[in-house]
């Protein structure tokens, strides 16, 4: 017996639903992710060098811009108003963090109101959010602070 002699048919491998498969694995992973930005108020944020980030999804965000004006979850709000919100959240869970944008040209007694006014209502878990410097390693940027 030769074998030799017998040719065998060249196999073609069609890859094009392969391609396809991948192409429909690239697009639903595109479609399906979601990019996690800080959207909110206008405000420019002090810079830190620390890189811990304190990100939760309960924590409640207020805004301090540069005018002194208060926003409390993307809303305007009033002193008033940020107290009755405030002992709302106390009374449901004293364990909720408190994460303060407040930028770098407000006035620090401003600050340190929105802070007293939080801790008056039992609200001890406050943090300031700063954003990463560029220069000298640091993080990416989030809530810097202390319970």
């Known amino acids: 017996m030769n074998f030799s002699n017998r040719r065998r048919p060249a196999t ?83 364990g909720t963090m408190i994460v303060i944008k407040a930028d770098k040209q407000v006035d620090h007694g401003r600050v340190v109101a929105v802070m007293d006014l939080a801790r008056g209502y039992g609200l001890n878990r406050l943090a300031i959010a700063t954003e990463a410097r560029l220069a000298g390693g640091g993080g990416s940027g989030g809530a810097d602070g202390a319970e």
């Open 12 to 94: 073609l491998v069609d890859v094009t639903p392969l391609i396809d498969i991948i192409f429909q694995l690239v697009l639903f992973f595109m479609v399906s992710t979601t990019f996690i930005t800080s959207p909110g108020i206008e405000v420019e944020l002090p810079e830190s060098s620390a890189d811990t980030i304190i990100r939760e999804r309960d924590d409640v965000k207020i805004w301090v811009r540069a005018d002194g004006s208060i926003h409390l979850n993307k809303e305007p709000s009033s002193l008033a108003d940020l107290r009755a919100h405030l002992a709302g959240i106390a009374k449901k869970d004293k």
